[in-house]
């Protein structure tokens, strides 16, 4: 298997902010921002599912406790976000092992400039038939 997060808990501990029984935490590299945190799994995971309940937990327990620290040390702001896509090749851009990004933010920092100021332009207003659609479709699940 070929995968960076894997190698740093083998090979590279340096490199680790903080370790916990089921997770481990460092600095994301590449950054988006300073202080871009990135909470991962121990277990080799692609998805939450793959997790059992101990460790799904203490991966959300240690996001909120970095998320708490970077709102307190670092950021006025934080972001925290996760993504699934394995339609995209693994790259150094794009990691096949479950985790949690922690973004320190900004009023109108450097992201909000570049990029999420276009967001205006991608959001929709949601309508009826979707909500009928999808609330059908998920209802009950």
């Known amino acids: 298997m070929n995968c960076p997060f894997c190698m740093i808990l ?6 680790i902010i903080r370790q916990t029984e089921y997770t481990f935490t460092v ?3 590449p950054r988006l921002m300073s202080g871009h945190l990135l909470v991962i ?10 997790l059992v309940r ?14 708490e620290i970077v709102l307190r040390d670092i950021a006025s702001g934080c972001d ?4 699934y ?11 096949d092992h479950l985790h949690i990004h922690i973004r320190p933010r900004e009023f109108e920092d450097e992201l909000y ?5 276009h967001e205006k332009d991608v959001f929709a207003a949601l309508s009826e038939d979707e909500l009928r659609k999808f609330s059908a479709l998920l209802s009950d699940k």
């Open 10 to 15: 083998r090979e590279q501990q340096d490199r």
């Open 27 to 29: 600095l994301s590299d």
């Open 41 to 50: 799994p121990k277990k080799h995971a692609e998805k939450f599912s793959e």
């Open 54 to 67: 101990e460790e799904r937990y203490e991966l959300f327990d240690e996001t909120v406790r970095w998320e």
């Open 80 to 83: 925290i976000s996760q993504h």
């Open 85 to 95: 896509r394995p339609f995209i090749p693994q790259s150094k851009l794009k990691i």
């Open 113 to 117: 400039r570049k990029v999420q100021v």
